[in-house]
């Protein structure tokens, strides 16, 4: 499956029994003793609602944040993984993109960041490496506690790394770097010159199957990217861009999330609705259709 990337989000991790989102945001409000002035509300993003935690929590008692990461690292790495996470991995596809923090997808814990550079903050390069699938932790792993994209402050400095990668060019040390922006780097050379360094590479060549995410519109960096990829698509003249990008949801959400699917569609993004009369029956529908997406693929 050299042409399939999968990118995954976190609710592939709730069909095991364990801590969700919210438990975990609720055990951090009762470790800092912050139950009676921090309240889960959902109207409040999750960026803003971490700042606000994360402010009163120094507020009280001084410390680096580092301290409070490393405790969320904690929990997120008692995550336990489940059959699905077996199924991706027997996909043995080359790539797998995910915003989660922990290695359930992997199958090990026991791991090092195989990016061309050592990132200890943003997410442009990390992955690690498991046989021959890359593992691209995008907003952080709990290995590197630093590296785990919580905040408004975080998600900002995110967005400007990637902006920066992909349209005016980077300023990395490290020789192994491309300092030319992606896009410059494609007009000039075309696809077939990128060596993938990046995870946003993938955006511009490869098929994506996306699931197991809400992409809510916090996720300010990842709809900067599809809208930049979307709109570069239109340019005529500028690069040609000619991979798939596909949404995976359940039917039962289809009336209340048109608004969000409308938005997809205009980002040239394929929206797969399909039956889920439970989780686990949904994800290996997923599964079961990548599955013959690469078994046609490789016949044809």
Do not use: C
């Amino acid at each position: 499956m050299k042409n399939v990337t999968l990118f995954i989000g976190n609710d592939i991790n709730n069909l095991t029994p364990g801590t969700s989102w919210k438990d975990l945001l609720d055990q951090i409000i009762a470790y800092y003793g912050l139950t009676n002035s921090v309240a889960q509300h959902n109207l409040k993003p999750f960026p803003l609602l971490y700042e606000e935690i994360f402010l009163k929590v120094i507020r009280r008692n001084p410390m680096a944040e580092k301290v409070v990461k490393e405790y969320i690292a904690s929990r997120i790495s008692e995550i336990i993984p489940n059959g699905i996470h077996q199924r991706i991995r027997g996909l043995q596809v080359e790539d797998i993109i995910t915003t989660n923090y922990d290695y359930t997808l992997e199958g090990s814990s026991d791991l090092k960041n195989e990016g061309i550079i050592t990132e200890r903050l943003y997410s442009v390069f990390r992955k690690t490496i498991v046989k021959t699938t890359n593992f691209w932790h995008i907003h952080g792993e709990a290995g590197v506690p630093m590296s785990i994209n919580l905040g408004y402050e975080h998600y900002g400095g995110q967005l400007q790394q990637i902006r920066n990668y992909v349209v005016s060019g980077t300023n990395y040390e490290s020789k192994k770097v491309h300092k030319q922006p992606l896009i410059r780097r494609i007009a000039r050379n075309g696809i077939s010159s990128l060596n993938f360094q990046s995870w946003i590479d993938l955006f511009f060549v490869k098929d994506i199957h996306i699931f197991g995410i809400r992409l809510d519109f916090i996720e300010i960096d990842l709809w900067w990217l599809l809208t930049y990829r979307a709109r570069q698509k239109l340019y005529k003249g500028n690069i040609e861009i000619s991979n798939s990008i596909y949404y995976y949801t359940p039917e039962v959400y289809l009336t209340d999330a048109s608004f969000k699917i409308q938005l997809l569609e205009a980002n040239d993004v394929n929206v797969i609705a399909l039956p889920m009369s439970s989780k686990e029956e949904y994800y290996n529908l997923i599964i079961d259709r990548i599955s013959e997406a690469r078994r046609q693929s490789e016949n044809n």
